[in-house]
């Protein structure tokens, strides 16, 4: 299995994005793990909500293959502890997915087709996180389930 995470944004550079490479190189360890990054909307203070998640929604179902199994970080999802996030991630492991595809939206969250070709929803927490923050947290948790998995010392 390959998991995939794609987010609106553009790799930022800073303190927040080595994080993120940091804990991405630690789960390629692991299994195979690809961040894609959506560049931000040209010219949006003439768009509504509604017609930027639209079109970032076009944008993030051309970078889903029809096979992969689409899981949406959204404050609606379902919550999950360490230890059941890690076993969410098995499994999918052992069920024959190809490409576990987590996505990130954007600001105004997901269009109605994107929702529509969800197979799932999570949530990170309750609290409202900026989006780099939301990466940096998602590539960590995700790590945590790796070394829950295979039971190594990292989480205590």
Do not use: C
């Not at 794609?6 to 790799?11: D, E, L, N, R, S």
């Not at 003439?46 to 970080?73: F, H, P, T, W």
């Not at 969250?109 to 070709?117: L, P």
């Amino acid at each position: 299995m390959k998991i995939k995470l794609i987010w609106i944004g553009k790799p930022d550079g800073d303190l927040f994005d080595k994080a993120i490479q940091e804990y991405a190189q630690k789960i390629r360890f692991y299994i195979p793990y690809e961040m894609v990054a959506i560049p931000y909307l040209k010219n949006t203070k003439a768009m509504s909500q509604e017609e930027q998640r639209k079109r970032e929604g076009e944008l993030i179902l051309k970078k889903l293959d029809a096979s992969d199994y689409v899981v949406l970080l959204d404050e609606r999802g379902k919550e999950f502890t360490s230890q059941g996030f890690a076993r969410y991630i098995e499994s999918h492991m052992v069920s024959g997915v190809k490409t576990l595809s987590f996505v990130i939206g954007g600001a105004y969250g997901f269009s109605g087709d994107v929702y529509a070709r969800g197979n799932a929803k999570i949530a990170l927490s309750q609290l409202t996180f900026p989006h780099i923050m939301t990466r940096v947290i998602f590539n960590e948790q995700l790590y945590r389930a790796f070394t829950i998995l295979k039971g190594e010392p990292y989480h205590h």
